[in-house]
């Protein structure tokens, strides 16, 4: 076990490079936005069903979902239940 | 090669689709498909092929998309095909957006002057064994119910005398007629309206024309037995607009509110004009008429719903003052005022994107399924997003005699699209069937059909596409005995 700690894991690097790509994509509006926050600038928020730029500011920004797309889901199993899962893991 | 810039509206689950699709015997979880549901439940909606041509255009010009869930012995499949429209095949050839913005053809590209605008993306209705997609700008589109590929739009055998066709016609369930209209009937920024009736058979037999008080939308009317009306106002359009390279409406706060209805036995001259102070009137359920009173109930806002219609006066679209509730209108024929009655009928806000059971259309109904925001109900934040309250999370059977909404939520991750309504048999009492509507699960990353005891709001089964659809504006049942689906 003390040998596998010291090479990352194939589902830790999946998530930590789906984690930094979503970071990078980010507005800032978004990751500063929260709900009840009343921004003075055009938002990103949540409006039938779709994302909108609310040009008032008042409604709440939108934050996605964490871990989208990365290997969130997955994070609590083993690396052999992993290659169970994937084929060409 | 196409440049699909990652805007901050169009990520994650909101990202563009593109693709065409077939699933065939799709994944079905919690309970097997009814074996008496043979038909399709088929939906049109879309999104840009190609980035629209100029910033301020909006969710009207998305290319459309029609997809069906293909019901047949307890197996359901999917297919999802792009409206081929001359707009989308001029598009794709040259592989680029060449129509500027939502009804303004003045700043096209010179190569497409004088094409067909139209992207077929509104709703989709069956008649008379034909498929149609249609769109309020344009005529229909006829499409092949068994391949979801476009045959092309559809006069009508050269009967039908308007350039537009509504996205709501109605069927009178009595004769089978589709009753129908199209404003700016005579083209762009023409002030006429033209009603047609058009037999079981598909064949013109009736028509007539009018005026409205000033051009506006005029997106949905209510069939009754004896009367049609026709709700407008508040979006206004000029020629000083298309020129100025505006979408083609506006939302004129100080415009009045009209509606119009008209005597299903008379013509044009005998429509009645009732007045109202200005909500926004997008979609009705339905209405009846009693005596000499018409009776209609509504989903209205309180503002302009619509971001890509902005106002007039220049102030900044709001979305936090559109709200919607449900509305019951009553209009005296026998008033001389040009007034009416409105009472808001449930006191929490609901959508106007509601169903009634249609073989009552024109007459006195009980209930009205529609979605709704239910901010008690659970929303798990950090797989679905910081949308608790404001996602549509629940179906609601909303029973006008009790006053009492029976709730379906669709689950903790999840958004609801319009939904339809199925009856179980053609002598079925009213509402009793199936409810099914396509909820967004956006933890998941996925389009999940739901479908529903209409009574009892319980879910039977859920039919699971491994993607997320193209969002869509409308969707009906039609059933194996009313189109040839294959
Ligand atoms: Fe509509």
């Known amino acids: 076990m003390a040998g596998q700690s010291l090479q990352p894991s194939r589902r830790a690097l999946m998530k930590g490079a789906a984690v930094l790509a979503g970071a990078t994509a980010l507005p800032a509006a978004w990751a500063a936005g929260a709900i009840g926050e009343t921004p003075s600038r055009p938002v990103v928020t949540f409006y039938m069903d779709q994302l909108i730029i609310d040009q008032t500011g008042k409604s709440p920004a939108y934050r996605p979902p964490a871990g989208l797309r990365s290997a969130g889901p997955v994070e609590h199993l083993s690396d052999a239940e992993i290659r169970l899962l994937q084929g060409w893991a | ?486």
């Not at chain 2, 302009?304 to 209108?329: A, I, M, V, W």
């Not at chain 2, 709001?457 to 969002?471: D, G, K, N, W």
Request: hydrophobic share 35%.
């Open chain 2, 1 to 486: 090669m196409v440049t699909l810039t990652q805007t901050t509206t169009r990520q994650g689950f909101f990202a563009p689709g593109r693709f065409e699709a077939d699933v065939f015997d799709c994944e079905v979880q919690g309970g097997k498909i009814p074996e008496d549901l043979n038909g399709a439940f088929v939906r049109v909606g879309g999104e840009f092929f190609y980035p629209s041509m100029y910033p301020n255009d909006g969710g009207f010009s998305v290319d459309g998309y029609i997809s069906m869930f293909r019901f047949k012995k307890g197996i359901v499949d999917y297919r999802g095909r792009w409206v081929k429209t001359p707009r989308w095949k001029a598009n794709r050839a040259a592989n680029r957006q060449l129509f500027g913005n939502y009804r303004n053809p003045f700043f096209d590209d010179p190569s497409v002057k004088g094409l067909d605008r139209t992207v077929a993306n509104t709703a989709v209705v069956a008649h008379a064994g034909k498929l149609f997609a249609l769109k309020e700008d344009a005529l229909p589109y006829e499409i092949n119910p068994k391949t979801l590929e476009t045959i092309g739009p559809w006069d009508f055998n050269g009967k039908y005398k308007s350039e537009t066709f509504t996205a709501h016609p109605r069927w009178d369930p009595v004769t089978g007629d589709m009753i129908t209209y199209g404003y700016e009937a005579s083209g762009l920024l023409t002030n006429d309206i033209y009603v047609c009736v058009v037999d079981k058979h598909g064949n013109v037999k009736n028509e007539t024309r009018f005026k409205a008080p000033y051009l506006s939308m005029m997106h949905d009317m209510v069939l009754t037995e004896k009367h049609l009306v026709f709700p407008m106002g508040g979006y206004v359009t000029n020629m000083k607009r298309l020129k100025a390279n505006k979408v083609h409406w506006g939302w004129d706060k100080s415009a009045p509110g009209y509606i119009g209805i008209l005597p299903r036995d008379g013509d044009g001259k005998d429509v009645r004009w009732f007045k109202t102070p200005l909500t926004a009137a997008v979609h009705v359920f339905g209405g009846r008429t009693v005596g000499n009173k018409v009776i209609i109930e509504a989903g209205l806002y309180n503002s302009n719903p619509f971001p890509f219609f902005e106002n007039t006066d220049g102030s900044p679209f709001d979305p936090t003052k559109t709200t919607c509730y449900l509305h019951r209108q009553t209009f005296d024929l026998n008033s001389k005022r040009d007034g009416f009655e409105d009472e808001i009928i449930f006191s929490d806000p609901a959508s106007d994107l509601g169903k009634i059971d249609d073989r009552y259309t024109g007459q006195a109904y009980r209930e009205i399924f529609t979605t709704y925001a239910d901010p008690k109900r659970p929303f798990d934040e950090a797989r679905a997003g910081n949308l608790r309250g404001r996602v549509s999370n629940c179906y609601g059977r909303f029973d006008l005699g009790t006053k009492k909404i029976t709730p379906l939520f669709a689950g903790n991750t999840h958004s609801l699209q319009e939904s339809t309504f199925v009856p179980k048999s053609k002598n079925a009492p009213e509402g009793e069937g199936y409810l099914m509507g396509v909820a967004s699960n956006y933890a998941e990353m996925r389009a999940e059909l739901i479908i529903a005891d209409a009574q009892s709001m319980t879910e039977l089964a859920r039919v699971i596409l491994p993607f997320r659809s193209s969002a869509a504006l409308h969707g009906k049942w039609m059933g194996d005995d009313e189109l040839d689906f294959g």
